[in-house]
């Protein structure tokens, strides 16, 4: 089953080192564009508005949770 032999590392040849750091390098262009435009949206939402959205957030899948132990039990 081989689960847990240690995978052995591939060399890549220069081309392909090339094209793996393009590839990369555009994943992260995108990662710090929608970082940058969630930032300028949530930029106005107070410490206290984080807050309350926390709790709510965690009240709505703590139900949610308890409904689907609930319905497990029963």
């Known amino acids: 089953m081989n689960l847990f032999k240690k995978k052995k590392d591939k060399v890549l040849s ?3 080192q090339r094209k793996a ?7 992260l262009k995108a990662q710090r564009k929608t970082a940058d435009y969630l930032n300028t949206k ?3 939402i107070s410490g206290k508005g984080w807050l309350i ?11 949610y949770c308890l409904l ?3 319905q497990g039990f029963s």
Do not use: D, K, R, W
């Not at 750091?21 to 994943?27: D, L, M, V």
């Not at 959205?53 to 139900?63: E, N, P, T």
């Open 53 to 63: 959205l926390l709790i709510c957030f965690c009240a709505a899948f703590g139900s």
């Open 21 to 27: 750091e393009n590839i990369a390098g555009h994943i």
């Open 68 to 70: 689907l132990l609930v």
């Open 42 to 44: 949530t930029a106005q």
């Open 14 to 16: 220069p081309g392909q």
